[in-house]
């Protein structure tokens, strides 16, 4: 069992920036894909970025080049900076721990933080 945290949610104003952190409990976090989702009132989950073991990267079109995804090993710990943050990037935002093992899949998430983007 895989616990995940996240923190780094509040408020800001649009155009502003925030970081939120990841910690995961797994003492083998670095065989982990990680991936950063979000959900908005009355719309599904959706994939924000993700961050495979080896360091690969992907994102959403539409936070391409406003939106970072990193891990920290060392630190059990995976990271998302948000610059340039618009209205519509207000949701909760949840984290994502997957890693598939003796050909079963392993899926964890956490509980969410909110980030509301609002002048």
């Known amino acids: 069992q895989v616990q995940l945290v996240e923190s780094g949610g509040g408020l800001v104003q649009p155009g502003g920036s925030l970081r939120l952190s990841c910690a995961a409990s797994?003492?083998?976090?670095?065989?982990?894909?990680m991936g950063w989702y979000r959900q908005a009132p009355g719309k599904q989950r959706e994939l924000v970025a993700g961050?495979?073991?080896?360091?690969?990267?992907n994102y959403a079109d539409s936070v391409k080049g406003r939106f970072t995804i990193s891990r920290d090993n060392a630190k059990n710990t995976v990271y998302l900076q948000m610059n340039s943050l618009k209205p519509e990037d207000t949701a909760v935002y949840y984290c994502k721990a997957e890693r598939i093992n003796m050909g079963l899949r392993y899926v964890y998430w956490g509980q969410g933080t909110q980030v509301t983007v609002s002048s």
């Open positions: 961050v495979t073991s080896g360091n690969s990267t």
């Open positions: 797994a003492s083998i976090f670095s065989r982990y894909a």
